[in-house]
């Protein structure tokens, strides 16, 4: 079975288009994960994986070229392997994603997707409880960042076809500084050596609970009946027909955005997370997005092409490109 944190965690590649041809051109991966409000889904990742800009120095490009559009495989309820294409900007080329109001201080967006995209994958409620406990976050708590340190082709190369690059890596660290003391009331630092594919990344802290499993028909009824409030339920309570069993449950820490950027940090493998309050407060607060530091996108015909295509659809396609089919987005 696959964890269900695993199935909201998403590969990402960001591509640019070959003006000369036509061609998409791949710039990196990174790592994103669904979430969902009262009224909207969210595809959540880092400001510098839509922008191609490093938020220390935004007027430095990381890259070759601006990203143009975000593909993301995901794993379907089906259970088969789908890709998504999302534009970055509109017909105008004005950014599509949101950001927070501090902008680039603040190394977090969300992609506004169709709310059809919940009939089809998994997502979770960000503004609800992962699990129906809450975890105590505490220095030295064990964490996971839930993200991909390596790309499609470089697992290809090393392991062949059968790679599972679709799967998160779930990478161990710790909580190294105060989580009720955040850093510029935002961040915390988590103890973890990464790589830039995790950037996007959702953190994780995990516990143990006891949980009521049925063993049968009788014992399913039982636990639908002390859910729902019915106290009668616990005379019937029997070994054979319910047990208890240790779980782990999970709530996430918030979103990993790579190595703390001076050179000594690096070196003691301290990674930059994003408090969960800071990604609800960008929920909350949204500014649109904005590309201040460079000459904007100039109109070409093959991303408007893109856009043409892409038009009141989400396109699935296969693990091959193959198209599947073509979800309409209202």
């Known amino acids: 079975m696959i964890n269900k944190l695993s199935r909201v965690t998403t590969y990402i590649e960001s591509y640019a288009f070959d003006r000369r041809n036509g061609d998409m051109v791949k710039r990196s991966h990174a790592t994103g994960f669904f979430v969902k409000t009262k009224d909207q889904i969210l595809l959540v990742t880092n400001w510098h994986v839509v922008t191609g800009l490093n938020p220390a120095e935004p007027s430095k490009m990381t890259g070759v070229c601006i990203p143009e559009i975000l593909k993301v495989t995901v794993i379907s309820k089906e259970n088969t392997l789908t890709e998504l294409s999302f534009p970055l900007y509109d017909q105008n080329l004005k950014p599509l994603w949101d950001e927070h109001p501090e902008r680039n201080a603040v190394d977090i967006v969300v992609l506004p997707i169709s709310r059809e995209v919940e009939k089809h994958f998994y997502v979770f409620d960000i503004l609800s409880k992962l699990d129906s406990s809450q975890i105590k976050q505490s220095v030295g708590t064990d964490a996971f960042i839930l993200g991909y340190p390596f790309s499609k082709d470089h697992l ?81 309570f029997d070994e054979n027909d319910v047990t208890n069993e240790k779980v782990k449950n999970f709530n996430i820490l918030g979103v990993y955005s790579g190595v703390v950027g001076s050179t000594k940090l690096q070196e003691l493998a301290l990674g930059k997370c994003w408090h969960i309050d800071t990604l609800v407060d960008l929920i909350e607060n949204h500014v649109s997005g904005e590309m201040p530091y460079h000459e904007p996108l100039a109109p070409h015909e093959h991303y408007e092409k893109f856009l043409e295509n892409m038009s009141g659809v989400m396109i699935r396609t296969d693990s091959n490109g193959n198209e599947i089919s073509r979800v309409p987005m209202n």
């Open 156 to 236: 290809s190369d090393a392991f062949g076809d059968s790679n599972h690059y679709y799967l998160p890596v779930w990478k161990r660290g710790s909580i190294a500084t105060e989580p009720k003391l955040k850093i510029a009331d935002k961040l915390i630092l988590i103890d973890s050596m990464s790589r830039p594919g995790m950037s996007g990344s959702p953190v994780v802290i995990s516990e143990y609970v006891d949980v009521m499993t049925a063993k049968n028909e009788k014992g399913n009824d039982i636990i639908k009946r002390i859910n729902a409030g019915d106290t009668s339920a616990l005379l019937e």
